[in-house]
């Protein structure tokens, strides 16, 4: 946490940035309870307003990175902190680099069936396919691992109606 936090390149996860805000905040704070206290320079207080606003700046570019953006939207007016605070980072890899949760991502489904977690296998990651065994009526999805050895197969059916009589649990 917290390295190379002048430079805009990478990706940070949200608590980072949640406390590079509280830093920055209390270091604004802290600089005008020593103006008031100390009369300092208008350099000296523009060189520490700078570094601050580079501080934050190169905060903010790294958390839109998180998020899969260009960091030029920080400079919009209504870009608000609170989506940089509060949406999730992109799971895995994006074009701005590495996760920073080190998350992964084990199951990478193309289709439109609902996820099923894949069991873990230590030797391989599974591997989702979309094949159809019987291509008139029904369509199958795979997990399987680099081999070819099927871990899970679930059938993918879209429902047009439900009758709601054809169960007695289904009528109240």
């Avoid at 209504?78 to 680099?97: A, C, D, H, R, V």
């Avoid at 996760?99 to 990651?125: E, G």
Wanted: charged letters at 20%; proline letters at 3%; hydrophobic letters at 45%.
């Amino acid at each position: 946490m917290f390295k190379n936090i002048f430079l805009f390149e990478g990706r940070i996860r949200r608590t980072e940035f949640g406390l590079s805000i509280i830093i920055d905040y209390f270091a604004l704070i802290f600089l005008g309870v020593i103006d008031a206290v100390v009369t300092l320079g208008i350099v000296i207080k523009f060189l520490f307003f700078t570094l601050l606003f580079w501080f934050i700046l190169a905060q903010s570019v790294k958390r839109s990175h998180d998020l899969g953006q260009s960091g030029w939207y920080v400079l919009l007016p209504f870009y608000n902190p609170f989506f940089l605070l509060f949406s999730e980072g992109i799971l895995g890899k994006n074009e701005y680099g590495e996760d920073p949760k080190k998350r992964v991502n084990f199951f990478n489904a193309s289709t439109s069936s609902s996820i099923l977690q894949p069991p873990l296998v230590r030797a391989y990651q599974p591997i989702a396919k979309h094949t159809s065994e019987d291509s008139t009526s029904h369509r199958y999805d795979f997990v399987v691992t680099k081999d070819d050895t099927i871990l899970k197969k679930w059938l993918d059916t879209k429902v047009e109606s439900i009758n709601m009589s054809a169960t007695q649990y289904l009528i109240k």
